[in-house]
Each structure stands twice: as structure tokens, then as C-alpha cells.
DNA sequence: GTGAAAGCGCTAACAC
DNA sequence: GTGTTAGCGCTTTCAC
């Protein structure tokens, strides 16, 4: 916090190219109206003093930003490293400068960084909210007319935001689908943050997807629990050792499914024999966990790169009402089913 | 780059609360020059008017920074996420904010992101560099005396620059140790990029062990490769599929033996029985693979830890010669082996 | 304890 | 084309 420094100014740099100091400034920006002798000065003069643009002044000056805060909950879990690269590259290639900030799952956390990212002027913000999340949370940042954007979870609220996400609802509804076409008949759902849109969505398809088929649904069925390898290996015995057990698993995310692999490997079950798993992401593990993870696809990189350059358009100034961009998910079926 | 803003200005907060700017801005600043009268009556009109803090202007006036600069490789591998929360946990609590850029194994982008970090005024660099990056790459920011940090891969050059990471050499021998413990007279080290600090130190490690052990080394058994588990998965094939093949297995890090399990399995052949495995970082799926891959624990987020705090001194004016601090790696046995 | 005035490094009008 | 002037929102002397 204390750091002192001495920078090569754009004034300096004018004077040693014997110029003004709106003309050096003219150059640095590109504009066209500065002649190719002064320009040439100006350029050479940056170099041997060594300049560097300072863009914060630059923003502070000219009321703009070309930072975006951009932040995620747990970047742990691939889906969400592969979200983040979606959009730093769609942002890189619009000149954007990311300020990364992480929740893992606190509403605390989420709101401080919130306020953090304000203060540091940042021009939009990328969200992807805490399950949980109270809309008072993000209404706040439309006061300030800053866009915002979701993205892989809503937050449930009167007033709409532009969200991109994948079809949670048709996702469910393909993997259970897939397992009801593959002879079973009792499915369960197990993992994952009740209180997310996505969870909530991903009950839905099951649950419609069931009665389509005239499975009843059976709420003992039903097993939240945390989203992570070590959850999904716990949930997948409690719900195995209940009496009646399923014949087949959907899964809440992969990262849920691959715990839970590891558990029917350590009591000699073997997937896609003695029972059926299907994930949801499609994360790159699931290719290459033996005998291949059956899953959903739910294409995080394209979801980020589509949230970021809804976020650069609002930036731009596009108007008109929010936008759901929802994406379609595809099954992928491999050895564990 | 042209979102528009009405900020509440300190100013307006002032007039509001009936007190000079600069009164105003002490309280903001939680000076102890300030009446409790006037306190009160300013930290009113920012409620009442939503004030929010100008972290971009205060620092420029005040030539302070709270950002720093943060530039990883591959947020794909668990060892960089690792990293990056014992990074963000460490400046979290010190009220820095971090701007990222990955450089995915790209100079250019790395150089890029250098500049662009600069122009943004950070008040320090945390940099696991490129591997094969020119020490100029690195120089060239100790010109403007801007505190920088190098995590988990050196640069090598003449100019010595702080550094945090495992010791590489130890971690390969406790590895090859191991595996000559079980019997193995013919081991493999595979996987890496070898122009990385990483790479020469662990085979270095590697080799000496073998010395050691008064067993030759066979250049045929090195062999490097793509550090993904694609990589693994076809860097293990070629090394077994080579006349008089290995027994036992030293993977350049977890990825990389993960993608080596995979083929395995494709082939038949089961680690810990026919052949032994050792991976390296012990990334959280090491543990949940079955049946457990034996590795070495390098502490990513431990050492992220450290280099974001070692960085905070540097930014906060601690002087003295650049510090080395090598963490020591933990030999973790487990099924493969 | 409080306020007036100067200025961080840059851009934006507007003359010339 | 180029320079002059003002000022973004804040902090910082330095009087009072």
C-alpha cells in the first residue's frame, strides 16, 4: 500500500520531443491528427525515457474504464477455470483488464468484493452469484447504472438481469432420459446447492423427465450435498445404503459424479455393469476417468465467452431489456452408463 | 471503454454535511484529526447519498497502489488454482485487489500482460513465469523498481529476483527414492516442458537419485511432453512401447500421471501391481483417483501464500537482497506404488 | 480541528 | 496540426 514511484510522465516525454503536452497525447491515443514528423519525435522520446502509459489517469480523466471485475465462486471446480477462460479471452481481445474475485459460496465475500470492485471504477461486472444470493445484492449495482451480467446461475428477483447460462431444465431431462431408455427405473439425483437456480433447474428436468417416463418420484431419491469429490463420494453411499437403492445416478456436476466413482470402486461395483452414473459439465476428467464419465455437456467456455461480450456490449452503451442467453447441453455418452 | 458514470464526489458529501473537502476526506481515510461531530455528520451525508470511494483517484493523488498484478500460466492445472487462492487468501487479508492474466504458456502474452500491468499502475508483480521466458522479460520491470515475485518457476539470470517454490531436486529424489525402495532398477521420468526451472531441477533430482543408487542413466528413459493428460496418456505409451521398458514410473507432475493411469487401464496393466506410478504436486484428484496415485506434495497454495506475503513486505519498503524461500516436498504413498 | 489551495498524470475543448 | 487552458476526484501541505 505504500509504494512510491517516479514515472516518466507525458509531460517529460513533450518536452524532450519539443512538442505539447495534447499533442504527445494525440500520439499515444492513435488519433490522426498529428503530423508524421511529430509523432516520430514523440515516439522516440517515449522510448529512450522509458515511458509508460498511465491509464488510470488516462480513466480517471476521460470517465472511462477498461477494467471489468469479474467474480466466481469456487475456482477449484473446472467448470468454473473453464468459464474464466471463455472470458478472459473474449475480454483480452476487446483490451479489457480483469480484476478476479472469489466467493467460494460467501454471501459476505461476494458483497465486499462487490463493493471493492466499485471503488476501483471498473467499467461492468461479470458475476457468477453465490447460491443464495439475495437480489438486494445486485440490485444495489444497477443504482449505479454499472452493467452487470450473470453468468451459470441466476439470482431470483423481480427485476431481470442479463444472464447467460446453459438449459439446466433440458439438460436434467437428457440424462435421465438416457437412463430411462437404458431399462432403469429407479433414478436418483444426488449433490449439489438447493438454493442455486441451477440446482433448482436441474430438479425440474429430472423431476419432469421422470413423469414423462410414469416413474413416480421419490423424494428419498433426492440427495443434496456438498459439490465437491469428497461430497459426491459421501452422498452416493447414503443414498446407496438406503433400503431400496437405485439402479441408476444422475449426478448434480461432475466433479460429484468422479467422487462418487471413487466409491463404487473402493466397494467393487462397477459402472455402467451394476449401476449407471451421468454427470453434468463435461469437464475435461470425464474423458479421461476410466471407463469414461457419461455426462452432460454444458459448455462453460461458451457460456463465459458469450457473458463476456453481452457485458463488453453493455459497456458499449447497448441498450434494450435484459437478455437471457440460454445455451442448449449436450449428452455424452461413455463407458458409465 | 465508454460506460459513462455520475459518481457521488467527495465534494458533494462535503457541502452535504456542511464541512470542507478535505475534513470530508479524512473521515473517509479514518484520520484521527476529525471531530466526532463532523465524523458523524459526514459519514450521514455518505449514507444518505451513497458515496462511493474513488479508489483509482485517491491513488493516483497519493501515488499509493492497492493492486496487484498477478500472472499464472495454466488455470486448467489444479496446481495453479491452488496457488492462485493461497495468492488471493494472503492479499485478500492485506486489502489488495488482484488483477490476473494467463499466459498459457505464451511470451507474448506474458509480455503483454506484464505492460498491461504496469499501465495500470500495480504496486507489485506475482509472476510464475513462461517456461523457456528471457530474463529481459523480467529485467526490464526492475528498472522501474516496482516490487516482483516469482512463484513456482525461476528465470534464470544473473539478476537474482525473490522466489518461492518446492525444492524440485528433493522432491524427484524422495520420488526415485521410493521407487528403488520397491525394487525398481529401470524408471522413467516423463512429462514437462524441459526448457522450465521445474523440469532441469526435478531430473536433476531424478539423476542423482539414481547416482545414488548406483543405478545408470538411460537417456531413453527420459522422455518430455505436453503437460496435460493427453500428454501423459501418449508420453507413457511411448516410453513403454520402447525395447526394454521401464518398471517404475516418475511423472513430472499429477496431470501428467493421471493421463499415464488412463492408458494404463486402457492397456490392462494395474499401478501398484506390474508397474509403479509417482506423480508430483498431489492435486486434490491424486488422492481420489483409485487406486491412489503416490506422489509428492509441493504445497501450491502454501507457497502462494508465501509469495503474495513476501511481495506485500516488498511493496510495504522491506529492503535487503532478493529471498529464496524453497519449501520442503512430502514423499505421499499411495496405491500406484 | 478545519479549510484553502495546489496538484497527481492525463484528456478534452477550443483557439490559433 | 498544434498549443493553451481547465479539470477528472482525490490527497496533501500549511495556514488559521
Redesign the pocket.
Known amino acids: 500500500m505504500v509504494k512510491k ?10 518536452e524532450h520531443a ?9 500520439v ?2 492513435g488519433s ?4 508524421d ?3 516520430e519525435k514523440v515516439f522516440n522520446s517515449m522510448k529512450e525515457l522509458g ?4 491509464r488510470v ?2 480513466n ?5 474504464s477498461n477494467t471489468i471485475g469479474l467474480i466466481i465462486t469456487d475456482i477449484r471446480n473446472p467448470y468454473f477455470s473453464d468459464l474464466l477462460i471463455g472470458i478472459h479471452e473474449s475480454l483480452d481481445k476487446e483490451g479489457y483488464t480483469v480484476i478476479l474475485g472469489t466467493t467460494f459460496d460467501s454471501v459476505e465475500k461476494q458483497d465486499l468484493l462487490l463493493s471493492t470492485m466499485l471503488e476501483h471504477r471498473v467499467g461492468g461486472i461479470l458475476l457468477s452469484p453465490v447460491p443464495g444470493s439475495s437480489p438486494e445484492t445486485v440490485e444495489r449495482l444497477s443504482q449505479f447504472d454499472i452493467p452487470i451480467v450473470l453468468a451459470a446461475r441466476r439470482i431470483t428477483t423481480d427485476h431481470q438481469f442479463d444472464y447467460v447460462g446453459i438449459d439446466n431444465v433440458e439438460g436434467a431431462k437428457l440424462a435421465v432420459q438416457h437412463l430411462v431408455a437404458k431399462g432403469h427405473q429407479r433414478i436418483a439425483f444426488i449433490g449439489g446447492p438447493s438454493n442455486s437456480s441451477a440446482w433448482q433447474e436441474r430438479t425440474e428436468g429430472y423431476c419432469l423427465a421422470l413423469l414423462e417416463a410414469g416413474i413416480p418420484v421419490d423424494e428419498a431419491l433426492i440427495k443434496e450435498g456438498p459439490t465437491t469429490r469428497q461430497g459426491g463420494y459421501e452422498t452416493i453411499r447414503k443414498v446407496l445404503e438406503q433400503p431400496d437403492p437405485p439402479t441408476a445416478i444422475f449426478c448434480y456436476n461432475d466433479i460429484i459424479a468422479l467422487g462418487a466413482l471413487t466409491y463404487l470402486d473402493e466397494i467393487g461395483i462397477k459402472p455402467g455393469q451394476h449401476i449407471s452414473i451421468v454427470g453434468f459439465d463435461d469437464i475435461q476428467e470425464a474423458s479421461m476417468t476410466p471407463p469414461g464419465l457419461s455426462t452432460i455437456a454444458a459448455h462453460p467456455q461458451q457460456i463465459g465467452a458469450y457473458a463476456a461480450n453481452l457485458l463488453h456490449q453493455r459497456i458499449s452503451g447497448l441498450a434494450g431489456p435484459p437478455q437471457q442467453i440460454i445455451l442448449s447441453p449436450d449428452l455424452i455418452v461413455r463407458g458409465t452408463t
Not at 519539443?18 to 494525440?26: H, I, P
Not at 490522426?32 to 503530423?35: L, M, R
Not at 515511458?51 to 498511465?54: C, E, K, N
Open positions: 514511484r517516479s514515472r516518466v510522465t507525458l509531460q517529460q516525454v513533450a519539443g512538442v505539447s503536452r495534447a499533442t504527445a497525447s494525440k499515444v491515443r490522426s491528427n498529428v503530423s514528423a511529430a509523432r515511458y509508460i502509459y498511465d489517469a488516462a480517471l480523466r476521460s470517465n472511462r
